[in-house]
């Protein structure tokens, strides 16, 4: 059998450096290697004297060694067929193939629409790195090490140097404005995060945040509750109504969680809101005194609110969509309905 296999890939060259120029030696071509009598056919006549145990590897031999000899005389038929392309044979005046016009992704669409209603209430855009160290996502945010609030946001580490990681939320970013001490501060932080998460419907190894922050004197949780009334307002429309629930993050005092009215069923109870009604959308609150100390902010003199949310959830509930695995999957059949929106 080796002395076939060798015979084959001899072919192989033989075919690889032929020029086919004319169609005599196309059809000359097609019966030496293609005709009922060419060699493809004797080799495969050659399989009766394989051993058994060796046919298997010997057909795959064969057939790929067919498919080459077919794909040589099919891509010189073609050019036979059409004949070469000369240069001035194009028309440079006719109109070119249509260019197939993409669309923003929804998670980008649904950015971009935070973005301008904060940017009229005056945030500016912060922006800062996804790999940080310990300091700035944890520490400084009032999460020390061995805190049990930081099993909730599991992280992936680089192994090099523990120090690092994949931040797990956008509020690294407000430690470094913070830390600048340029106040007062009011900006928002949109960006990727990452959680040590199994990937299902509901959750995945990556997101995206907004997250935002606003410190000045006298700055109250009335302002914090204003301007998330304007925004939920802004975003779903005047009928939405919201609810403030207490909660807790360690680095806001008091915390909440915001809620809006179900928009798949305005209130009255189904599948998306769990029969509740309410949906949750975001968690707020006002700094914690320690994180604004941690960053060299005048805590008896300065006060401020943050809040955070993640932009797949506000996604799903616009569109509703309802597996966050769509977004990353990058299938046209998905992003093709988003090329309307703007
Ligand atoms: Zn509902």
């Known amino acids: ?31 030496k290697f293609l005709g009922t009598k060419g060699i493809v056919k004797a080799l495969f006549g050659e399989m009766r004297n394989v ?12 057939n790929e060694f067919k498919q080459f000899a077919e794909a040589k005389y099919e891509g010189a038929k073609e050019v036979a067929d059409n004949g070469p392309q000369a240069a001035d044979d194009i028309d440079l005046s006719l109109p070119g ?4 016009a993409g669309s923003r992704h ?3 669409l649904v950015r971009k629409r935070i973005i301008d209603i904060f940017h009229r209430l005056g945030f500016a855009v912060a922006d800062g790195p996804e790999v940080e160290d310990d300091w700035h996502n944890f520490t400084a945010l009032n999460l020390p090490e061995h805190h049990p609030a930081r099993d909730m946001q599991d992280t992936f580490y680089i192994s090099q140097n523990p120090d690092w990681l994949l931040r797990t939320h956008t509020s690294n970013v407000q430690t470094r404005e913070m830390e600048k001490g340029q106040l007062p501060i009011r900006i928002i932080c949109p960006g990727r995060v990452y959680r040590n998460e199994t990937i299902s419907a509901r959750a995945h190894c990556f997101f995206h945040q907004v997250e935002g922050l606003y410190i000045d004197e006298h700055v109250s949780f009335a302002d914090l509750k204003q301007t998330l009334y304007f925004f939920v307002q802004e975003l779903f429309g005047k009928d939405v ?3 403030f629930r207490p909660s807790y993050f360690p680095f806001t005092e008091p915390s909440a969680e915001m809620d809006i009215s179900c928009l798949i069923c305005g209130g009255k109870g189904c599948r998306v809101c769990k029969h509740s009604g309410w949906v949750e959308i975001l968690g707020c609150g006002m700094v914690h005194p320690r994180v604004l100390e941690n960053c060299g902010i005048d805590a008896n003199k300065y006060t401020g609110y943050a809040f955070g949310m993640g932009i797949e959830r506000i996604t799903m509930l616009q569109y509703g969509i309802n597996d966050l695995r769509l977004f990353s999957e990058n299938d046209l059949r998905f992003l093709k ?4 929106a703007v």
């Not at 193939?97 to 197939?100: A, R, S, W």
């Not at 309905?337 to 309307?340: N, S």
């Open 51 to 62: 051993p058994n145990e060796q046919k298997k590897a010997f057909g795959q031999v064969l």
């Open 1 to 31: 059998m080796d002395q076939i296999v060798q015979q084959i890939a001899a072919y192989r060259q033989e075919i690889e450096s032929l020029e086919i120029g004319s169609p005599q030696q196309l059809e000359e071509y097609r019966i």
């Open 241 to 243: 109504k919201v609810r």
């Open 106 to 108: 929804p998670i980008n």
């Open 337 to 340: 309905q988003f090329t309307g």
């Open 97 to 100: 193939d249509p260019l197939v």
